[in-house]
């Protein structure tokens, strides 16, 4: 069954709010990703918080993972227009070839 | 530094003839490579995977195959394409670096 599941499957919100995503998994991981994907593009890497972390910076992004739960949030601080997008998480698992597994994704609306 | 190519990026293709989608990486050597296909506002599904020439591993029993002919060259192909095979087609490569770079993606129609 599919690793990763994101919500909510759509999001919208105002230009300056602050955009929350979470992410569940079902098995032990080495670490998280997050991804994202501007309509009709590739996907471009954000972040990645590693399974003895709690929490991660990178600009406006914060993201935590909690392995007890087994799920982890992107939180986009001050959004801007410009970080209309879908979101993805990827879990990560080492062992010989196949590692990534991505959920289904948050499809974030920033209006201005 | 590292780029990675992937054509074409829009392909229109009626049932039953063939298909070849082209991944090549640069500014690197032995990447792992792996193509990946998207439904319309889902998630990726891997397809298939490679560590090596000519080293594939497939994920889901498909009507595609893949071909990895020289290190930094991984080829989709079928040779009778189905409609369930329409979709957003995504070549990605990992080396030593735990992330994935993504090419820009082949929109595949088959009609």
């Known amino acids: 069954s599919q690793q990763g599941e994101e919500d909510p499957q759509a999001l919208s919100i105002q230009e300056g709010e602050n955009a929350t995503m979470n992410c569940s998994y079902k098995t032990s991981i080495n670490n998280l990703q997050w991804y994202r994907q501007n309509s009709g593009r590739g996907l471009v890497h954000l972040i990645l918080i590693r399974s003895n972390e709690r929490e991660k910076h990178s600009g406006r992004l914060r993201v935590t993972l909690d392995t007890s739960k087994k799920s982890s949030s992107l939180l986009i601080t001050a959004s801007r227009a410009a970080d209309t997008a879908s979101y993805f998480c990827?879990?990560?698992?080492?062992?010989?070839?196949?590692?990534?597994?991505f959920g289904p994704g948050t499809r974030l609306s920033v209006l201005p | 530094s590292q780029t990675i190519h992937q054509w074409p990026a829009t392909l229109v293709q009626p049932v039953g003839s063939p298909l070849s989608l082209e991944c090549t990486v640069e500014?690197?050597?032995?990447?792992?490579l792996y193509w990946y296909r998207q439904a319309a506002g889902r998630g990726l599904q891997l397809l298939f995977y490679?560590?090596?020439?000519?080293?594939i591993s497939s994920e889901v029993p498909q009507n595609l195959s893949a071909s990895r002919p020289q290190d930094r060259q991984f080829i989709l192909s079928s040779k009778k394409l189905l409609l369930s095979d329409s979709g957003f087609y995504l070549c990605?490569?990992?080396?030593?670096?735990?992330?994935?770079?993504f090419g820009s993606g082949t929109q595949l129609s088959v009609l």
């Open positions: 500014g690197t050597s032995n990447p792992n």
């Open positions: 990605a490569w990992r080396r030593y670096n735990e992330k994935l770079f």
């Open positions: 490679s560590v090596g020439i000519g080293q």
């Open positions: 990827a879990t990560v698992r080492f062992f010989y070839g196949q590692n990534f597994v």
